[in-house]
């Protein structure tokens, strides 16, 4: 997939010779979840209909952040794995535009007309059904139809859709997350909630305790409830690359060493059955049931016996 650092430098592109039309899905396509899919699949189908490309119209960094930083929602995935799973559903082209002041001020008519219009050269554009644009959020997907319309550009408008009741949103599945309810947000995403990162060197308790953990300085910002979750492990580079194994991950303070309001939260997995260095490679998480809170225990022999209870649940699970 290419991936291009805005509208102006499609623009740009497109004056040099490459005017093919886009179908273009727009969003912040957190997570990539159900009803981003939905964008993705609509915006490949109509490309495939007419020849164009299908692309997508995302923004860095999030709104929120511009406007309300402390606010800002923690993001379920980096940009990086965003673009790689829309490339993944069959999206060409990327236009990440930075979200800056002067963008968000842009009128919604301007917006319609010089972004998706001129600049993008777009035959069709995907948004979701509470998609809002323009300076003040003044423009919605009725006004968006409308101005498609007469520019010559044809407007899907994704409805709502429903997991088990459960309307699919980034802000849901954040929700769940941070309850701890990572079961019910892979319903949402469509795949399990991912941590990934480069493994880093940490205290080394759990080899002590016959546990060797991997420490991974996850990337992401989003982190599920602390506890112990099952879990599976993908090695991502390296000589091991594509191994994969089941795993039991620790989010927490290691409160049976540590004061358990002292420090960072530590992301901890340790692979069943492996062997072998893990440092400075990059591990992929995909976080299943949470089996339990993180606890305190009176004694490092009532810690192993309960990682070994709870080896033994990720065996059954994973």
Same mark, same amino acid.
């Given at each position: ?64 952040? +511009? ?11 980096? +940009? ?58 003044? /423009? ?23 997991? /088990? ?10 929700? +769940? ?11 949402? +995403? ?129």
């Amino acid at each position: 997939m290419k991936v291009v650092a805005g509208a102006a430098e499609l623009a740009a592109s497109r004056r040099a010779g490459d005017a093919r039309p886009l179908a273009v899905a727009v969003g912040n396509f957190d997570g990539v979840h159900i009803g981003h899919q939905a964008l993705l699949r609509e915006a490949c189908a109509r490309a495939e209909q007419h020849g164009a490309r299908a692309a997508i119209l995302t923004f860095m960094p999030h709104p929120a952040r +511009l406007f309300a930083p402390a606010k800002a929602p923690p993001l379920i995935m980096p +940009l990086a794995r965003r673009l790689e799973l829309c490339a993944d559903a069959g999206i060409e082209l990327a236009i990440v535009e930075p979200f800056t002041r002067a963008f968000a001020a842009t009128p919604a008519d301007a917006f319609v007309r010089d972004v998706l219009g001129r600049d993008l050269g777009a035959r069709d554009v995907v948004v979701g059904y509470d998609f809002s644009f323009g300076r003040g959020r003044a /423009g919605d997907a009725a006004m968006l139809t409308q101005l498609g319309a007469s520019l010559g550009i044809a407007v899907a408008v994704i409805p709502p859709i429903a997991i /088990g009741g459960i309307n699919c949103s980034s802000t849901r599945i954040r929700e +769940l997350v941070a309850a701890g309810d990572t079961v019910g947000a892979a319903r949402l +995403l469509g795949r399990p909630f991912e941590l990934e990162g480069p493994v880093v060197r940490g205290a080394g308790r759990g080899r002590g305790l016959g546990f060797p953990t991997a420490n991974i300085a996850a990337e992401g910002e989003l982190r599920p409830a602390l506890g112990i979750y099952a879990a599976s492990a993908r090695v991502l580079d390296g000589p091991l690359a594509g191994q994969v194994h089941a795993a039991a991950l620790s989010v927490g303070r290691n409160p049976t060493f540590t004061s358990p309001s002292a420090g960072d939260v530590s992301i901890e997995a340790y692979l069943l059955d492996f062997e072998g260095d893990l440092y400075d490679r990059r591990l992929r998480i995909e976080v299943g049931a949470r089996l339990r809170d993180e606890l305190k225990f009176d004694s490092v022999a009532a810690l192993v016996a309960q990682i070994e209870r709870d080896v033994a649940r990720v065996r059954q699970l994973v």
